[in-house]
T-cell receptor, first 115, second 117 residues
């Protein structure tokens, strides 16, 4: 069994300040972890993914995330928020074994960026 | 990269009619496709998993006779909402994967906004 907890339903930051979106997971198998961004009425765009290589993963648009097995976390960060970062962000866990590759989605975190 | 398209991007229909949504993997063959439903301000809810040439596996609570899924080829899956009602209005998203090529990563379509009047 697996689960994903996105601890914040909304995160509000000012433009130019750091962004932290939190994600904790549980999985019976070693997981692959993903962060996706969704703009209104759009599909999901992959920001970055962890697949058992380097624990610090760099993605697009200046985002990065660190896989911490001891804390079962995969928090998403960005040093400086832009207005265009305002969107919904989803943390996703997919098992790497066990026969099922069904993804589990977090509930999403809405990032609000103030000018 | 791996691109997935959906058609139509939005559709409005009358209650009682059926609507078909197509999901295509454009530059790879998808061994598995997934269909999701998303309500406003909520996360994606997996409806069903389909493998090419076999029957779809529906999640608990999803009516298979209501949401017909056909995965006729390695690049095309269709979702037909039969006898649509206003409560079926939602954002439907598909995703596709090819295990050998991309392991467990999925690639998402842009979504289809269904409005039933």
């Amino acid at each position: 069994a697996q689960s994903v907890t996105q601890l914040d339903s909304h995160v509000s930051v000012s433009e130019g300040t750091p962004v932290l979106l939190r994600c904790n997971y549980s999985s019976s198998y070693s997981p692959s972890l993903f962060w996706y961004v969704q703009h209104p009425n759009k599909g999901l765009q992959l920001l970055l993914k962890y697949t058992s290589a380097a624990t610090l993963v760099k993605g697009i648009n200046g985002f990065e995330a660190e896989f911490k097995k001891s804390e079962t976390s995969f928090h998403l960060t960005k040093p400086s928020a832009h207005m265009s970062d305002a969107a919904e962000y989803f943390c996703v866990v997919i098992p790497t074994s066990g026969g099922s590759y069904i993804p589990t989605f977090g509930r999403g975190t809405s990032l609000i960026v103030h000018p | 990269g791996a691109v997935v398209s959906q058609h139509p991007s939005r559709v409005i229909c009358k209650s009682g009619t059926s609507v078909k949504i197509e999901c295509r993997s454009l530059d790879f063959q998808a061994t598995t496709m997934f269909w999701y439903r998303q309500f406003p301000k909520q996360s994606l809810m997996l409806m069903a998993t389909s493998n090419e040439g076999s029957k779809a596996t529906y999640e608990q609570g999803v009516e298979k006779d209501k949401f017909l899924i056909n995965h006729a080829s390695l690049t095309l899956s269709t979702l037909t909402v039969t006898s649509a009602h206003p409560e079926d209005s939602s954002f439907y998203i598909c995703s596709a994967r090819h295990e050998a090529r991309f392991y467990n990563e999925q690639f998402f379509g842009p979504g289809t906004r269904l409005t039933v009047l």
